[in-house]
């Protein structure tokens, strides 16, 4: 079933000296996190299918307990389909609303905030 790895490890000797993981492992050790990730969240899309095949089957209802653990059987309304005019209109608008955000960029109206650094992880293309 799930095997975790052993945590990198980031240890604090001295508030001079910091030893961490070489970036090396530190990519290693996140790849196998996504991969891990990856079959979880298939692996719980294949048993929340599980349990909406009982739920047609009529042997659980849409809230169901056990070990400790709920099931709510969630909806979500579906979207809104438009007339084509309305979808126009909705292009028309955004076209202006960006034409106007451009143009105060441009003349310094806009101010841009400080930038944010964070990192992506993905694997290479092979």
């Known amino acids: 079933m799930f095997t975790s790895t052993p945590s990198p490890t980031v240890t604090n000797f001295h508030s001079d000296f910091m030893h961490l993981n070489s970036p090396d492992r530190i990519l290693e050790e996140?790849?196998?996190?996504?991969?891990?990730?990856?079959?979880?969240?298939?692996?719980?899309?294949?048993?929340?299918?599980?349990?909406?095949?009982?739920?047609?089957?009529?042997?659980?209802?849409?809230?169901?307990?056990?070990?400790?653990?709920?099931?709510?059987?969630?909806?979500?309304?579906?979207?809104?389909?438009?007339?084509?005019f309305t979808q126009q209109f909705v292009l028309?608008?955004?076209?202006?609303?960006?034409?106007?955000?451009?143009?105060?960029?441009?003349?310094?109206?806009?101010a841009q905030g400080e930038p944010i650094f964070y990192w992506t992880i993905r694997e290479e293309k092979k």
Do not use: C, P
Not at 44 to 62: D, M, R, Y
Not at 92 to 110: F, H, L, S, V, Y
């Open 30 to 84: 996140l790849k196998k996190i996504k991969k891990e990730i990856t079959r979880l969240t298939s692996l719980e899309s294949g048993l929340k299918q599980e349990l909406e095949n009982h739920f047609e089957q009529k042997n659980i209802n849409s809230k169901y307990e056990a070990h400790g653990v709920m099931a709510v059987r969630q909806r979500r309304e579906g979207r809104w389909s438009y007339s084509e």
């Open 92 to 110: 028309d608008r955004k076209q202006q609303i960006e034409t106007q955000m451009a143009k105060d960029r441009e003349d310094g109206t806009a």
